[in-house]
């Protein structure tokens, strides 16, 4: 079982950063695929970015590259998302999932075992 808990949400303005953690702890089966989602009010969950084991393959949804960054440290078992740049529509709760077995980023929710509880991210006017 894999245990995610995601911090560093909160009120920022547009225009300003922030930077998501999700720490992992529990047992792995290898060093997992890792990925950001995030659902707003009334919304389905949509796909932000993915890293796979090693930080060698990353994928971000279109609505935010080049604002946001996927990384990752293994010596902490933490994967980190840098949001610059946050516009009003980046208000939404944020998820950390990682996969079961498979060291492989991917895009699909379906392919993620665990979830954290989600962090909320609020961006103001």
């Known amino acids: 079982q894999v245990q995610l808990v995601e911090s560093g949400g909160g009120l920022v303005q547009a225009g300003g950063s922030l930077r998501l953690s999700c720490a992992a702890s529990?047992?792995?089966?290898?060093?997992?695929?890792m990925g950001w989602f995030r659902q707003a009010p009334g919304k389905e969950r949509a796909f932000v970015a993915t890293?796979?084991?090693?930080?060698?393959?990353?994928y971000s949804a279109d609505f935010v590259k080049g604002r946001f960054t996927i990384s990752r440290d293994n010596n902490k078992n933490t994967v980190y998302l840098q949001m610059n740049s946050l516009k009003l529509e980046d208000t939404a709760v944020y998820y950390c999932a990682a996969r079961h077995g498979y060291s492989s980023a991917s895009t699909n929710p379906n392919d993620y075992t665990y979830w954290g509880q989600g962090t909320q991210v609020t961006v103001s006017s």
């Open positions: 529990g047992r792995t089966f290898g060093i997992p695929g």
């Open positions: 890293i796979n084991w090693n930080g060698g393959n990353t």
